[in-house]
Structures are given as structure tokens and as C-alpha cells.
């Protein structure tokens, strides 16, 4: 069976930094590419970063663009989502999603809870 | 770059079909998605490339895509059916970006 877990959310301060894990199971992790999805409060979907299973290709929403990082550890089968000069606007619930191929491409066909991450002063 | 627009809400009696609709510039040559979003709830993948239904989801879902418009049909709506929906290409233009429609919220009469 399939499971994501998603941990490390939190409040934090505008400028702070936060580090999202997700960790996987089920499933041979460097097979599929895998992304961040986030879903502000009361608003829609909103796609953060994906990284393919390689490790060869990644590629960042221009709203985090230089201030997120994803990286993933295939011998913890664990994605990460590095989240460094954060604002008022990256609130939000953060799913990990597992994208159905190895590359960029494709939908997402098994999500994680999500982890609130909440920034204010 | 590319813009996914869906429209806010639909609404729909038991046993009718609802239509949600996806538009885009040529969205007809490139992959659709979509998903259903429960309240509280993750999102779950109810159509594929256009038109494939994956495992577990029932016939009711059915999907199509043509010129500037993709559509999601539910026959049969059932007040379970209550929920988000979501389409996702990805956008080329731009990287390989994912993109989401703005989201759709199906209503049950």
C-alpha cells in the first residue's frame, strides 16, 4: 500500500525557515518523479516543486523560485522541501504528491495528508 | 504563460449530469487531468489523460478534450459526488511546470 507522510510544518515568522519531509513507502521511490502541491486556506491547488525520480530534473513555481529547495534521501525513501525567506503568503496546507512516471510528466496519483505551514508575525 | 480557467461553482440535482469545464489556448493537444477534493480531504485523481478512468473510480466519470475546452462529466450525480474538482496539465511553455484550473465547486441540489 501506498503512504505518504508529510511532516515539519508549523508556525514561523516572515523571513524564517522551515524543512517539509515527506516520508514514502509502498513503492520503489527512484522510480517516480515526485512533487510539493499546496493548497492555501479556502483557495485552490497550487503546484510548488517536482523533482523526477532521477534526480536528473527539478523545477520550481516562480512564486518559490529561489527561495525553495527539493531535494530527496532514496536510501530513507524521503522527499524534502527546504523552505528559506518564507512570507505571509506561502500559508498554506503542503502535499507531497507522487507523480504516476519516472520524469516530468504525467498526474499525481497518491497525495499525503498535508502539513500546515503557517507564517505570521 | 498558460492560464487554466475553470468556473467557480456548478450545481446540479441528484440522478442529472454535470458538466465542469476546463478551458485553455489549444488545451485539446496536451493531456488533461483531474481531481476530486473532498472536504478536508487530499486530492484524489478521478480522470486521466483526457479520458482514462483509473481504478476504483466509477463509470459516472467520464472526460473529454477538445480545441480550447476539457470537460469532466458526471452522469448520475450521487450527493457523494460533492466536492472540488480540479484540472492539471503541464505547461511547457514555461519549464515543466504543473499547472491547476482554478477549481470547481460541484454543488448537489
Known amino acids: 500500500e501506498v503512504q505518504l507522510l508529510e511532516s515539519g510544518g508549523g508556525s514561523v515568522q516572515p523571513g524564517g525557515s522551515l524543512r517539509l519531509s515527506c516520508a514514502a513507502s509502498?513503492?520503489?521511490?527512484?522510480?517516480?518523479?515526485m512533487s510539493w502541491v499546496r493548497q492555501a486556506p479556502g483557495k485552490g491547488l497550487e503546484w510548488v516543486s517536482v523533482m523526477s525520480g532521477s534526480e536528473s530534473g527539478t523545477d520550481y513555481a516562480d512564486s518559490v523560485k529561489g527561495r525553495f529547495t527539493i531535494t530527496r534521501d532514496k536510501s530513507k525513501s524521503t522527499l524534502f522541501l527546504q523552505m528559506n525567506s518564507l512570507r505571509v503568503e506561502d500559508t498554506a496546507v503542503y502535499y507531497c504528491a507522487k507523480g504516476r512516471d519516472l520524469g516530468l510528466s504525467g498526474f499525481f496519483d497518491y497525495w499525503g495528508q498535508g502539513t500546515l505551514v503557517t507564517v505570521s508575525s | 504563460s498558460y492560464v487554466l480557467t475553470q468556473p467557480p461553482s456548478v450545481s446540479v440535482a441528484p440522478g442529472k449530469t454535470a458538466n465542469i469545464t476546463c478551458g485553455g489556448n489549444?488545451?485539446?493537444?496536451?493531456?488533461v487531468h483531474w481531481y476530486q477534493q473532498k472536504s478536508g480531504q487530499a486530492p484524489v485523481v478521478v480522470i486521466t489523460y483526457d479520458s482514462d478512468r483509473p481504478s476504483g473510480i466509477p463509470e459516472r466519470f467520464s472526460g473529454s478534450n477538445s480545441g480550447n475546452t476539457a470537460t469532466l462529466t458526471i452522469s448520475r450525480v450521487e450527493a457523494g459526488d460533492e466536492a472540488d474538482y480540479y484540472c492539471?496539465?503541464?505547461?511547457?511553455?514555461?519549464?515543466?511546470?504543473?499547472?491547476f484550473g482554478g477549481g470547481t465547486k460541484l454543488t448537489v441540489l
Open positions: 489549444n488545451i485539446g493537444r496536451i493531456s
Open positions: 509502498g513503492f520503489r521511490f527512484s522510480s517516480f518523479a
Open positions: 492539471q496539465v503541464w505547461d511547457r511553455t514555461s519549464g515543466h511546470h504543473v499547472l
